[in-house]
């Protein structure tokens, strides 16, 4: 028989894994056409969800009550996420900081007119 204070080290372990910080997802959807300024592009973000189909879905509808009508989610993530975009090219990026996704997104778009539009962290 285990002893009740191994017990209760095991459900402290178990309750700590549980909330560990890493363990969500966030996703990011935009509305973007070609021709758009990087501040004119409508976005939605959510983070703090079980899976990125999830955090994809909610991101997307929290484009949609920002009053965009063609968001697309654009990048799923599981630390963070970003989307550049000028008026004519446009880069997504992820990684372990905010940073390093920014840098992931804008190396993507290509351009020097590129310009972070949005970005979030778990």
Do not use: H
Request: with cysteine; glycine share 12%; hydrophobic share 40%.
């Amino acid at each position: 028989m285990k002893s009740p204070r191994a017990l209760s080290l095991a459900v402290c372990f178990f309750a700590f894994v549980n909330v560990t910080p890493g363990l969500a997802a966030g996703a990011i959807a935009v509305d973007d056409e070609e021709g758009m300024k990087a501040g004119e592009v409508g976005y939605g973000t959510a983070t703090g969800y079980s899976t990125r189909e999830a955090a994809g879905a909610a991101a997307l509808q929290n484009c949609k009550d920002e009053g965009n009508t063609n968001c697309k989610v654009v990048v799923r993530f599981d630390t963070c996420g970003a989307y550049a975009g000028s008026a004519d090219y446009f880069g997504i990026g992820w990684g372990k900081s905010e940073k390093a996704a920014q840098s992931a997104a804008l190396d993507q778009c290509g351009n020097k007119s590129c310009k972070i539009v949005v970005s979030d962290c778990e």
